[in-house]
């Protein structure tokens, strides 16, 4: 089974800051990363398909990057509104497994 | 515009059975392949099943595979979990999703959940 691990485990930024959380593959996944943001109560959001591939209605700070193992989410000025966990999910091995990371949590100072 | 809406979760002794169901709208629920994903309290997301847009293909996280079945009416536009044997660990709020584009893209549309506990 692949595993996926994110970090840091949370974090703590100020607006306007640049954030970077980090995800892993145990096993090369090619591009077929997907990224989520789950506002606290919240269902989750699909941000970013395919590593880097905006989803519709996604605003621009948000960006994606990486293949194989190791993959970046990035929120370019961080806004109070981006106070969430973001998830991280392989889909390489659909439509059997699907599996997701762990979170990172994002705190606003 | 794109809904779903989950219903069924409650409280459940270990050992029983619950059918969850998730009613979609604004979209042609027959195209598309649908999810089920749960968050137990505190915890992250767990992917639970995925269903093909016809209901030919089933597929099934270990953790579940042969206590839940998932199933679809394309008639009525609703998603089904059935959960038999539930275990404490099996507490959850549990999401449908909308498979974005052939099992590779992500979950587009999700729903507010339903909540499911299991004690005794």
């Known amino acids: 089974d692949i595993q996926m691990t994110q970090s840091p485990s949370s974090l703590s930024a100020s607006v306007g800051d640049t954030v970077t959380i980090t995800c892993r593959a145990s096993?090369?996944?090619?591009?077929?990363l997907n990224w989520y943001q789950q506002k606290p109560g919240k269902a989750p959001k699909l941000l970013i398909y395919?590593?880097?591939t905006l989803h519709s209605g996604v605003p621009s700070r948000f960006s994606g990057s990486g293949s194989g193992k190791d993959f970046t989410l990035t929120i370019s000025s961080l806004q109070p509104e981006d106070l969430a966990t973001y998830y991280c999910?392989?889909?390489?091995?659909?439509?059997?497994?699907?599996?997701f990371g762990p979170g990172t949590k994002v705190e606003i100072k | 515009q794109m809904k779903l809406v989950e219903s069924g979760g409650g409280v459940v002794q270990p050992g029983r059975s619950l059918r969850l169901s998730c009613a979609a709208s604004?979209?042609?629920?027959?195209?598309?392949?649908m999810h089920w994903v749960r968050q137990a309290p505190g915890k992250g997301l767990e992917w639970v099943a995925v269903?093909?847009?016809?209901?030919?293909?089933?597929y099934y996280a270990d953790s579940v595979k042969g206590r839940f079945t998932i199933s679809r009416d394309n008639s009525k536009n609703t998603l089904h979990l059935q959960m038999n044997s539930l275990r404490p660990e099996d507490a959850a709020i549990y999401y449908c999703?909308?498979?974005?584009?052939?099992?590779?893209?992500?979950?587009?549309?999700w729903g507010q959940g339903t909540t499911v506990t299991v004690s005794s």
């Open positions: 269903i093909s847009y016809d209901g030919n293909k089933k």
């Open positions: 604004g979209f042609t629920f027959s195209s598309d392949a």
């Open positions: 096993q090369t996944i090619s591009t077929y």
């Open positions: 395919a590593a880097s």
């Open positions: 999910q392989q889909s390489y091995t659909s439509p059997e497994m699907f599996t």
């Open positions: 999703a909308r498979d974005y584009s052939n099992f590779y893209y992500g979950m587009d549309v």
